[in-house]
């Protein structure tokens, strides 16, 4: 079994994410995507007036809940403490004795990647795709988007370009603007019912 792991604050999840979920499971062949939004990044400062990790679990169970490829997974929103890949990437591997692994990030994590807690062991448990949305015409068919091997041992997985981002959203949100189609009707109904985002 091929199983993918994509981690991230989905503060809140959009459009984007979604896109980039299917089209790595298309491209890499996996059986199973697992979404694991974090608790708290040892890397990044949560954004003032941010979901709390509840919230943005819930939020992505909406986002990503049509796909029975994904599942959404709390096993770092319940975990106390730090959120740190390697510890997942053990946990899943456990779990999934037999299992191939497939990490999957954006090109903005893969800069920090050597930052990480222990980036050896990473690759040791899982293989790196690294989700690219660079240059690529949104009508690009599934067997354009292949996934290439780059150097390092990981891959790039090219996505459908999707311009739109989580602190984009909150932007708007705190400004009054509406956010209709870049996060599901769920999602975005969710913000709206708890006061998500507002100045």
């Known amino acids: 079994m091929r199983l993918g792991v994509l981690g991230g604050s989905f503060d809140p999840p959009h459009a984007g994410h979604v896109i980039a979920a299917v089209d790595a499971c298309e491209s890499l062949g996996l059986d199973r995507l ?47 403490g730090l959120s740190y890949t390697v510890d997942t990437l053990e946990a899943l591997a456990a779990a999934n004795p037999g299992a191939e692994l497939v990490l999957l990030l954006g090109s903005d994590a893969l800069k920090d990647f050597g930052r990480w807690k222990n980036p050896d062991r990473i690759r040791d448990l899982a293989r790196i795709a690294v989700l690219a ?37 909150r932007v708007r949100v705190a400004a009054g603007r509406s956010i209709r189609g870049f996060v599901a009707e769920s999602v975005e109904e969710f913000i709206s019912t708890a006061k998500l985002y507002r100045s």
């Open 133 to 169: 949305r660079e240059g690529l015409a949104a009508t690009a068919t599934p067997d354009e988007r292949v996934a290439t091997k780059m150097s390092g041992g990981a891959e790039i997985v090219t996505t459908r370009r999707v311009d739109v981002s989580s602190s984009e959203i």
């Open 34 to 80: 697992v979404v694991i939004p974090t608790a708290t990044q040892p890397l990044k400062v949560r954004a003032q007036g941010g979901a709390t990790p509840g919230q943005r679990l819930e939020m992505a169970r909406l986002a990503f809940g049509g796909d029975p490829r994904i599942e959404v997974s709390a096993m770092e929103t319940d975990r106390v």
